[in-house]
């Protein structure tokens, strides 16, 4: 059996039914499809519609409804940004492009900070009242993928010494203030190794800004202990 009746370049779902001798029997097609795939950036949740040969789609009439709001694709990158939510929530979507269109259930992700910290000390230097060197390289993650050190806002560095004298622990603190931080370098400083120390802390502390909620900071910190 031919089928004609379908158009070569036309995407959508045709039902054919065949009927004879009394039975009826019922084939459903499909032809085309969309394919979304998406990625979190720090602006927000980045989305591309892909057809059935895996091309971006693109045009005034591609784009993505979540409840009732309806997100526009770039004309020209076909790229859709979906802000972050206040809190994480599953969502039902339509996503189309022309006069077709699919739908789906997707999780859309509120903004979640970490900081990481490699911290580089060599031991022989660990010399009582001797200066010791100890160089950091942070990482800043937003959905665990990794953004720029930079909107680490109000770094600072504080370490904490425990020394013994007298069967007593004295405590001691130095913070380290205006750290300026880069994805190009190491930050690199000193501190001052007392006599008879039992434990060293190094604390790397900062706060991001959300992009989501107005005026709302997250603080972070990574810690060394020696």
């Known amino acids: 059996i031919t089928i004609n009746q379908i158009p070569k370049n036309k995407r959508g779902l045709y ?4 009927i004879g001798k009394g039975y009826v029997s019922r084939a459903v097609i499909t032809k085309g499809s969309l394919t979304l ?19 971006i ?13 309806y997100y ?16 994480n929530e599953s969502s039902f979507i339509i ?7 699919c739908c789906s259930s997707i999780n859309l992700n509120s903004e979640s900070y970490s900081l990481e910290t490699i911290w580089f000390i060599k031991e022989e230097s660990l010399i009582m009242e001797n200066k010791c060197t100890v160089i950091l390289k942070p990482f800043l993650y937003m959905n665990n993928e990794p953004i720029d050190i930079c909107l680490l806002n109000n770094a600072k560095i504080c370490v904490n010494i425990d020394k013994v004298e007298n069967g007593e622990t004295i405590p001691i603190s130095t913070i ?5 931080l880069s994805n190009n370098r190491e930050y690199t400083f000193e501190v001052k190794i007392p006599s008879k120390v039992r434990k060293i802390l190094f604390t ?3 706060e991001v800004e959300y992009k989501s909620i107005p005026k709302k900071n997250e603080q972070l910190s990574s810690v060394y202990e020696l």
Do not use: M
Request: with cysteine.
């Open 176 to 180: 380290i203030d205006k750290v300026v």
């Open 15 to 18: 039902i054919i039914e065949f």
């Open 204 to 206: 790397l502390n900062g």
């Open 72 to 87: 526009k694709s770039d004309i020209n990158s076909g790229s859709i940004i979906i802000p972050y939510r206040t809190n």
């Open 57 to 69: 789609c693109k045009g005034e009439h591609t784009g993505i409804w979540v409840n009732n709001t």
């Open 37 to 55: 795939i998406h990625k979190n950036t720090l602006n927000g949740i980045l989305f591309y519609i892909l057809d059935e040969t895996n091309q």
């Open 95 to 101: 996503y189309k492009h022309n006069t077709f269109a």
